[in-house]
């Protein structure tokens, strides 16, 4: 059975900063890239960040590039997303993802991914 369990998530002023983390079970967490969406209120889920099974690459959506940096642990089977400079805009449930299949590349759409987390609220405020 895979889980994933988000943590992290709360209220930040607007410039703070938050760190996200993802811990997943259930499968062979070195094997699959991973990734991080967020969805906001009456709006569709948003790729945010993905990073390659070593970490060796990522890639980012455009909207937080040069603030939200992923990475992960193998040996803690945990991925992390810091966030800095937040903004208002990136109110949102941020979730973790896990592809249908191991290795292959960083995927950015929601359809590339099996399994998710509950998700965990961020919400900047001014």
């Known amino acids: 059975q895979v889980q994933l369990v988000e943590s992290g998530g709360g209220l930040v002023q607007a410039g703070g900063s938050l760190r996200l983390s993802c811990v997943v079970s259930?499968?062979?967490?070195?094997?699959?890239?991973m990734g991080w969406f967020r969805q906001a209120p009456g709006k569709e889920r948003q790729f945010v960040a993905g990073i390659s099974v070593d970490g060796g690459d990522s890639s980012y959506g455009e909207a937080v590039k040069g603030r939200f940096t992923i990475s992960r642990d193998n040996a803690k089977n945990t991925v992390y997303l810091q966030m800095d400079s937040l903004k208002l805009e990136d109110t949102a449930v941020y979730y973790c993802?896990?592809?249908?299949?191991?290795?292959?590349?960083?995927?950015?759409?929601?359809?590339?991914?099996?399994?998710w987390g509950q998700g965990t609220q961020v919400t900047v405020s001014s």
């Open positions: 259930g499968r062979t967490f070195s094997q699959y890239n």
């Open positions: 993802a896990l592809p249908r299949s191991s290795g292959g590349y960083v995927w950015t759409q929601t359809r590339q991914y099996l399994h």
